[in-house]
């Protein structure tokens, strides 16, 4: 089965960038998206399709996908990006979520 | 503005099938791919399971012996259900819209997620 890997945490200063990997067997010839998820709340789509944003995300998530590995990366870190990440993918139909990195801004 | 509501008991037995129904409001359940997924406690997420509005359904692997995804378009509604519950299935079940093509699939709105705890 297809798996995505992530670092289990990832550590930043406010105001510098962060950046979040999820690895996988040739991810970069599949479309990721990535969630953030806030303690208590349902996640959220930072971004979809590698590197698009949805309407109402801040300019400074971006994301790049290419060879195995995906990255989101925020610019400019704030306190309130603190939060878990997830990546996602799909795998011959089958939804495959990476295990999650906890962003602690710092 | 869409918007999904999970419903369903809090408290399954061992050995027994959880069931849970999302609802749809402010749109339609027509078009989209809708799908269920679940954290357990402290832990990742875990995709369980979709349906596309015309029936079709796909499961994950490690539970497709024991999950049942349907979907009812006059009641903009669709359904979970999985048999032979264990303590492992306790988690926070959330309902999602999806968008999917050639290669892609996302989430871009969940529901709220309703926790399930599996005890006797």
């Known amino acids: 089965s297809y798996e995505l890997t992530q670092p289990p945490s990832v550590s930043v200063s406010p105001g510098q960038t962060a950046s979040i990997t999820c690895s996988g067997d040739?991810?970069?010839?599949?479309?990721a998206c990535w969630y953030q998820q806030k303690p208590g709340q349902s996640p959220v789509l930072v971004i979809y399709?590698?590197?698009k944003r949805p309407s109402g995300i801040p300019e400074r998530f971006s994301g790049s996908n290419s060879g195995n590995t995906a990255t989101l990366t925020i610019s400019g870190t704030q306190a309130m990006d603190e939060a878990d990440y997830y990546c996602?993918?799909?795998?011959?139909?089958?939804?495959?979520f990476g295990g999650g990195t906890k962003l602690t801004v710092l | 503005q869409v918007q999904l509501q999970e419903s369903g008991p809090g408290l399954v037995k061992p050995s027994e099938t959880l069931s849970l129904t999302c609802t749809v409001s402010?749109?339609?359940?027509?078009?989209?791919?809708w799908s269920w997924i679940r954290q357990p406690p402290g832990k990742g997420l875990e995709w369980i399971g979709y349906?596309?509005?015309?029936?079709?359904?796909n499961y994950n692997p490690s539970l497709k012996s024991r999950v049942t995804i349907s979907v009812d378009t006059s009641k903009n509604q669709f359904s979970l259900k999985l048999s032979s519950v264990t303590a492992a299935d306790t988690a926070v079940y959330y309902c999602?819209?999806?968008?999917?093509?050639?290669?892609?699939?996302?989430?871009?709105?969940w529901g709220n997620g309703t926790t399930v705890t599996v005890s006797s």
């Open positions: 399709q590698d590197n």
């Open positions: 999602a819209r999806a968008w999917a093509g050639t290669g892609y699939y996302y989430i871009d709105v």
């Open positions: 349906i596309f509005y015309s029936g079709s359904t």
């Open positions: 040739k991810l970069g010839d599949k479309y």
């Open positions: 996602q993918a799909w795998d011959s139909s089958i939804v495959v």
């Open positions: 402010g749109g339609s359940i027509s078009s989209y791919y």
